[in-house]
């Protein structure tokens, strides 16, 4: 699957913004487990939140939880992060991904990685 993430830029801290993922391809986007990962400066890229093909199942890393919200729409083939209460600390580039759980955390299953969008939160 080809992903392309926007959404990103320049916030202050207490801000939201909102991230969208487009995906397409010949697989039906429906049936990819998606993921957002952030990857910040000097750093690994870091799963944040995954969404299951039916959008039944959520997980959020605990940094993010209560802040961020993940959701797909199936039929425009998107997957959404939107972001509340955003601090310094989340300053990354982010990443959607389709994605598989094992042990206990969520790995790119996916070719490669998209462009990314990068968020930057002021103090």
């Known amino acids: 699957v080809q992903l392309v993430e926007s959404g990103g830029g320049l916030v202050q801290a207490g801000g939201s913004l909102r991230l969208s993922c487009a995906a397409s391809?010949?697989?039906?986007?429906?049936?990819?487990?998606m993921a957002w990962f952030r990857q910040v400066s000097g750093r690994g890229r870091e799963w944040i939140a995954a969404?299951?093909?039916?959008?039944?199942?959520?997980d959020y890393v605990d940094d993010v939880k209560g802040r961020f919200i993940v959701s797909r729409d199936d039929d425009k083939n998107m997957m959404y992060l939107q972001m509340n209460q955003l601090t310094p600390e989340d300053t990354a580039m982010y990443y959607c991904?389709?994605?598989?759980?094992?042990?206990?955390?969520?790995?790119?299953?996916?070719?490669?990685w998209g462009p990314g969008t990068q968020v930057t939160v002021s103090s």
């Open positions: 391809g010949s697989t039906p986007f429906s049936w990819y487990n």
């Open positions: 969404i299951t093909r039916s959008g039944a199942g959520i």
């Open positions: 991904t389709a994605a598989n759980f094992r042990s206990g955390t969520w790995y790119n299953s996916n070719d490669g």
